[in-house]
């Protein structure tokens, strides 16, 4: 229990951006590192070009699989305003399914920050939703369910791209960035009222633009892109969404991995 304990903990630490320990067992797949560390820079291309081709089939089937996922998540929200059937009602923030309230999990923090005090309906969507991603792997909403994780994958393609023609140099950030966002996002809600980082968020900006059209904000989320295609790869995703930092604490303690 104490090394469980433990473990849990040194995740939760990295999560909110410590560098991970050197474990003191050496693992079945770390002895595999050291030993194409060890073999000729050939063959270590050839065993990684051999790697890279039997998992391709598996990697982009498991990729189709959350696109599709995720589309259709996001266009049940479409279809269910514009045909007005209230199937999904509101957004990927805050909605209803079939009557059930739902509500992200960063979205309930600060509201309750915002407003200081705890409403019933709030309570009820954010127990659900929470209890659903501790069964399925809380980071996995950012991949199979968050529309700018997708917008941001393919960003990603591009930037990967320059790199490798050598037109652009990647720009990595301290990690423990976003835990300094969430914590500033947390005291903006607490000491200003608003829900300050649901304005800004390019998940729920995207979500409503998807739903009930276009608007202004979208230029925010064309900069953020912009910036991950030529400066550093998903930036917003790595190192300042609370959303995902949120999640990934819930998907610590999850049963399943997807």
């Not at 064309?222 to 030529?230: I, K, P, S």
């Amino acid at each position: 229990m104490h090394v469980l304990t433990r473990r849990f903990l040194e995740q939760i630490l990295v999560m909110f951006g410590r560098e991970p320990k050197k474990p003191k067992e050496i693992t079945e797949q770390a002895l595999q590192v050291h030993v194409l560390k060890r073999t000729t820079l050939k063959e270590n291309l050839q065993a990684a070009l051999a790697h890279a081709e039997a998992h391709r089939k598996t990697s982009r089937k498991w990729r189709n699989r959350r696109w599709i996922t995720l589309i259709l998540a996001n266009l049940l929200f479409v279809v269910s305003f514009y045909f007005d059937i209230q199937i999904l009602e509101g957004a990927l923030t805050a909605s209803r399914f079939i009557g059930f309230h739902l509500i992200d999990l960063n979205s309930a923090l600060q509201v309750m920050l915002a407003h200081k005090h705890i409403i019933t309906n709030l309570v009820i969507g954010t127990a659900t939703v929470f209890v659903f991603w501790l069964i399925f792997g809380g980071r996995s909403f950012c991949s199979w369910v968050c529309p700018y994780h997708l917008l941001a994958e393919w960003a990603e393609s591009i930037h990967l791209w320059l790199v490798r023609e050598k037109l652009v140099i990647d720009q990595p950030v301290d990690r423990r960035l976003r835990t300094v966002f969430w914590i500033v996002f947390a005291l903006l809600a607490l000491v200003t009222g608003y829900t300050v980082y649901e304005a800004i968020s390019p998940t729920g900006i995207v979500s409503r633009a998807l739903i009930y059209g276009p608007g202004v904000a979208l230029l925010w989320v064309l900069a953020l892109l912009v910036f991950e295609v030529f400066f550093s790869r998903r930036a917003w995703c790595r190192y300042a969404c609370p959303i995902g930092l949120t999640y990934g604490v819930v998907g610590i303690f999850t049963p399943l991995r997807i």
